[in-house]
């Protein structure tokens, strides 16, 4: 069992930016793909980026390409989402999951196929 944490939600003005970091309990969340989601007010969670085990493949939604980075560092079983150039739409519960395959070389962009999530960090963008 993995248990996820997030911390550094917060708010932040339109056009700022915000890191956020997921401490994950055991150290195979290092081999573990994983992947950052988000949900407004009233909407569905969606999928925000996805890494590999490595952190060398990545995907973001069209929403936040350009302006948001995914990265992990296996060493400190942490994982990160940078986000600038925050919008109002940016407004939203970020939630970080990992995926039990270790050593999967590729990243999984289902809500459907995470097996381990956080509990969510608030982040608003105000405008």
């Known amino acids: 069992q993995v248990h996820l944490v997030e911390s550094g939600g917060g708010l932040v003005q339109a056009g700022g930016s915000l890191r956020v970091s997921c401490a994950a309990s055991e150290r195979t969340f290092s081999s573990y793909p994983m992947g950052w989601f988000r949900q407004a007010p009233g909407k569905e969670r969606d999928i925000v980026a996805a890494?590999?085990?490595?952190?060398?493949?990545?995907y973001y939604a069209d929403s936040v390409k350009g302006r948001f980075t995914i990265s992990r560092d296996n060493a400190k079983n942490t994982a990160y989402l940078q986000m600038s150039m925050l919008k109002a739409e940016d407004t939203a519960v970020y939630y970080c999951a990992a995926k039990q395959r270790a050593g999967s070389p590729t990243y999984y962009i289902g809500e459907y196929e995470y097996n381990y999530w956080g509990q969510g960090t608030q982040v608003t963008v105000s405008s």
């Open positions: 890494t590999d085990w490595s952190g060398r493949s990545t």
